[in-house]
């Protein structure tokens, strides 16, 4: 068995266990802990499949960003787990049909990737520059208009958010963002001009003592 094969079992069991723990762990701490975990694994089966560009966007976005945003959030709410986990074994067997058939169907719809009788010829292009570098221009060649729609897509659900997040409550305290553009110095800040007051300072008791003598 070659290093990369071992190595392949190793993440792959890893990978398999940490995603059986998010689900079945206690604390949701742990549970995101656990899909840390998983994440990482992902990403160094990226790295054998020599994947560099999925790999680190899977790092740096999902780990990086997304899962510490996860673990604060899970951290604050302190959410009571015990509530939410009642009716787990009930529902157990329905989770699991539904579980085996989106991986049947995964399985029907990824498996013509697996029955190529050899590797397709690999550019001697492509193999000089790298698997990120082509992608990215193919990404901004190729498929420039899909990229640009994307972004459009994610900037108008990013002002989506934003305008829900602003709107009048009657739960919740509401800033009017216009009023604070429109602030000045004057309306925060007044400053005051008072007259200096000097106390003198007290006279020492043996003074006092000698006069009196």
């Avoid at 020599?50 to 996860?70: N, P, R, S």
């Avoid at 899970?74 to 787990?81: A, P, R």
């Avoid at 991986?103 to 010829?121: H, K, Q």
């Amino acid at each position: 068995m070659q290093t990369t094969t071992a190595l392949f079992y190793v993440f792959s069991a890893i990978l398999l266990a940490s995603s059986f723990r998010v689900i079945t762990a206690k604390s949701t701490v742990h549970s995101a802990l656990f899909l840390i975990l998983a994440f990482f694994t992902g990403s160094c089966i990226w790295m054998l499949l020599k994947a560099e560009f999925l790999a680190i966007a899977l790092v740096l976005v999902y780990i990086g960003a997304v899962m510490v945003l996860f673990l604060f959030v899970v951290m604050m709410l302190d959410i009571n787990t015990d509530s939410i986990r009642q009716g787990f074994w009930k529902h157990l067997p329905l989770a699991g049909l539904v579980g085996a058939f989106i991986a049947l169907e995964m399985a029907a719809v990824l498996m013509s990737g697996f029955r190529l009788s050899e590797a397709p010829a690999l550019d001697p292009v492509s193999a000089q520059l790298g698997n990120s570098k082509m992608l990215g221009i193919a990404i901004y060649t190729q498929y420039l208009y899909p990229l640009e729609i994307a972004a459009v897509l994610l900037l108008v659900a990013i002002i989506a958010a934003i305008a829900l997040t602003l709107r009048r409550r009657k739960d919740s305290r509401y800033q009017d963002p216009a009023e604070q553009v429109k602030v000045q110095k004057a309306d925060r800040l007044r400053v005051l001009k008072m007259q200096p007051t000097v106390e003198l300072p007290a006279a020492p008791a043996a003074d006092k003592n000698e006069g009196a003598a």
